[in-house]
């Protein structure tokens, strides 16, 4: 999902570089850098390509549950495409959002990069997890139901159409 890839950056990490989404993971979530740059030594690469890793496995994933997300609040999933998710870019960047800060603090629990010096501790990042993962499940519904509430576009003699059920 081309359009998706560093729509949100990591504030420090690519210098000089805007995101189109003008959203910094860091800076919302207020992540210190210092926690982050803690899981890259010198033999595991660049905090640049951890974070190519996190975005990568997040959007994939993101996708499937923006799917499910669909299915449970309109009983439809639609057409939930590359393309549809490029058009709404805009109201999904919180959700996607919390979804990288959970990815992030699941690669802090489940990687090998974390080192004696790291400032965040697994404890920390199994709760900073968990809170991320709630605000994105709410981030989610909330931007679900304004995509819902867009005009329905007419295509041809089939209208688009969503409920929502109580």
Avoid at 22 to 40: A, C, F
Avoid at 75 to 103: H, I, Q
Avoid at 121 to 142: G, P, S, W, Y
Wanted: hydrophobic content about 40%; proline content about 4%; glycine content about 4%.
């Amino acid at each position: 999902m081309d359009c998706l890839k560093d729509y949100i950056l990591l504030d420090g990490v690519t210098p000089k570089v805007t995101p189109n989404s003008n959203l910094y993971l860091n800076r919302e979530l207020t992540i210190p850098m210092l926690h982050i740059s803690g899981m890259v030594s010198n033999d595991q690469g660049t905090l640049e390509g951890i974070w190519d890793e996190v975005q990568t496995k997040a959007i994939k994933k993101f996708l499937i549950r923006l799917k499910l997300g669909m299915q449970e609040l309109f009983s439809n999933c639609m057409a939930v495409d590359e393309a549809w998710v490029c058009k709404n870019r805009e109201t999904l960047a919180m959700p996607l959002l919390y979804f990288l800060g959970t990815e992030l603090m699941l690669e802090v629990t489940h990687t090998n990069r974390i080192n004696r010096y790291t400032s965040i501790d697994k404890n920390r990042a199994l709760e900073m997890r968990d809170e991320f993962t709630r605000e994105f499940q709410v981030q989610l519904k909330a931007a679900l139901e304004m995509i819902n509430a867009n005009p329905k576009t007419e295509l041809g003699q089939v209208f688009t159409y969503v409920e929502v059920l109580p």
